[in-house]
Nanobody
Framework: QVQLVESGGGLVQAGGSLRLSCAAS????????MGWFRQAPGEEREFVAS????????VYADSVKGRFTISRDNAKNTVYLQMNSLKAEDTAVYYC?????????????????WGQGTQVTVSS
């Protein structure tokens, strides 16, 4: 089993920045690619970004390209999401997720493990 714990969410003004962290524990050797998703009230969970096991490959949703950066530190079993130039529409609960197989994926069903989520609220 793998446990994921997100942190770093909060309230920020539009144009501001936040850095989310996701610490993995348990059978971390089974983790391959990791991703960030978000879910706003009344909306479906949507893909934000994903990163390969080595960190050499990343994929972003069009809505966050150029503003968000995903990275990982495998020595610390932690993945990060640096969010800059935040907009009101970025407001959501952000979830960290981990895959136990290779290949970056954008669908939630492709991920085996999930964190509890962290709230990000951007005021306009």
């Amino acid at each position: 089993q793998v446990q994921l714990v997100e942190s770093g969410g909060g309230l920020v003004q539009a144009g501001g920045s936040l850095r989310l962290s996701c610490a993995a524990s348990g059978r971390t050797s089974s983790i391959y690619d990791m991703g960030w998703f978000r879910q706003a009230p009344g909306e479906e969970r949507e893909f934000v970004a994903s990163i390969s096991r080595s960190g050499s490959s990343t994929v972003y949703a069009d809505s966050v390209k150029g503003r968000f950066t995903i990275s990982r530190d495998n020595a610390k079993n932690t993945v990060y999401l640096q969010m800059n130039s935040l907009k009101a529409e970025d407001t959501a609960v952000y979830y960290c997720a981990a895959r136990t197989g290779p290949g970056i994926r954008e669908r939630p069903v492709e991920y085996s493990y999930w964190g509890q989520g962290t709230q990000v609220t951007v005021s306009s």
